[in-house]
């Protein structure tokens, strides 16, 4: 089993930054790849951002690439979303999720375990 908790949402007006942290705890967080997905109201979950096992590798939407930047540390088993100059569009409920292997996945097959989402709100 894996739990998975997300903390840092919050409302911050446009051209504003967040950075969300996602707690894991259970199976060894440093042997998987982890993610980042958001869930507008009336959507589908979407990708964000995706790291890979030992960090040396990463993986962005189109939507947030150079905006966001997703990061891990493997000793404080704790996945980050740092977001940078939000937009009204960037609002939803944000997931981090655990893979099921070592590499960066973009789609949700890729994924086994999900927190249960902080809300970020982007005012404009």
């Known amino acids: 089993q894996v739990q998975l908790v997300e903390s840092g949402g919050g409302l911050v007006q446009a051209g504003g930054s967040l950075r969300l942290s996602c707690a894991a705890s259970?199976?060894?967080?440093?042997?998987?790849?982890m993610g980042w997905f958001r869930q507008a109201p009336g959507k589908e979950r979407q990708f964000v951002a995706s790291?890979?096992?030992?960090?040396?590798?990463?993986s962005y939407s189109d939507s947030v690439k150079g905006r966001f930047t997703i990061s891990r540390d493997n000793v404080k088993n704790t996945l980050y979303l740092q977001m940078n100059s939000l937009k009204p569009e960037d609002t939803a409920v944000y997931y981090c999720?655990?893979?099921?292997?070592?590499?960066?996945?973009?789609?949700?097959?890729?994924?086994?375990?999900w927190g249960q989402g902080t809300q970020v709100t982007v005012s404009s």
């Open positions: 259970g199976r060894a967080f440093s042997d998987y790849a």
């Open positions: 790291i890979s096992r030992s960090a040396s590798s990463t």
């Open positions: 999720a655990k893979g099921t292997g070592l590499r960066v996945r973009t789609d949700r097959t890729g994924y086994d375990y």
